[in-house]
């Protein structure tokens, strides 16, 4: 084989190292584009380690995030996050600060929050992350919904603090991981497609 026919062959060859890298993370499709799905399952064993979360703000009050459940929203390309939430002022905040309305916050309240999160990839650690958490919905127990606001920053503001500690997954090094290509959220988990095209 003479060099001219050498470099010509030389795509398929590269591909053909490429295939078995890539075989490890899934099935191939079409034009030799793998894919892998990230379920449930595996983004709950990692994020459940952090739960509850529990913030205190300078003996004023505090926020506790307790209980994830996951869901996929492929409509926006994001993941749900449904948290527990517990939330109070401290007893007397009203006398103290002369604002009467405080004292109906005062004591520990419960509710529910509506996380959604998009997708991070990170090249060096090859880690999933979720990334810009925005509170979609928060309810809690007697309280009414202008209240709520405050809380809604405060949780905006913290959940990054425990969603950037740890990757919701991490790839198994391989030639392939350098060609992850996109990260679709379907029904059943995140879609992760690699290839060269």
Same mark, same amino acid.
């Given at each position: ?11 398929f ?34 994020l459940?380690?952090?739960f ?10 505090s ?25 109070? !002022?401290?007893?007397? &905040? %009203?006398?103290?600060?002369?604002? *009467? ?5 005062? #004591?520990?309240?419960? =509710? /529910? ?11 060096e650690?090859?880690?999933i ?21 405050t809380i ?18 991490? !790839?198994?090094?391989? &030639? %392939?991981?350098?060609?992850?290509? *996109? ?5 059943? #988990?995140?879609?992760? =497609? /690699?290839?060269?095209?």
């Open positions: 084989m003479n060099r001219r026919d050498l470099l010509k062959r030389l795509p060859v590269a591909g053909a190292a490429l295939v078995p890298s890539c075989a490890e993370l899934g099935g191939l499709t079409n034009g030799l584009i793998p894919q892998y799905l990230i379920s449930n399952d595996m983004i709950m064993k990692e459940l380690p952090f509850p979360f529990n913030r205190n703000y300078n003996g004023i009050g926020v506790s995030l307790t209980q994830p459940k996951l869901s996929f929203a492929p409509d926006i390309n994001k993941v749900r996050l449904g948290l527990g939430v517990e939330a109070g !002022l401290t007893q007397g &905040l %009203a006398q103290m600060t002369g604002i *009467s309305s405080l004292g109906s916050l005062a #004591g520990k309240k419960t =509710g /529910f929050a509506q996380v959604a999160c998009g997708l991070r990839y990170d090249k650690s090859r880690g992350f979720l990334q810009s958490p925005s509170v979609e919905s928060l309810q809690l127990d007697n309280i009414p919904g202008h209240y709520t606001n809604s920053s405060l949780i905006n503001e913290i959940a990054p603090s425990i969603l950037n500690k740890k990757p919701i997954h991490t !790839l198994e090094p391989s &030639l %392939a991981t350098r060609f992850l290509g *996109s990260m679709k959220v379907q029904q059943n #988990g995140i879609a992760l =497609g /690699f290839g060269l095209v």
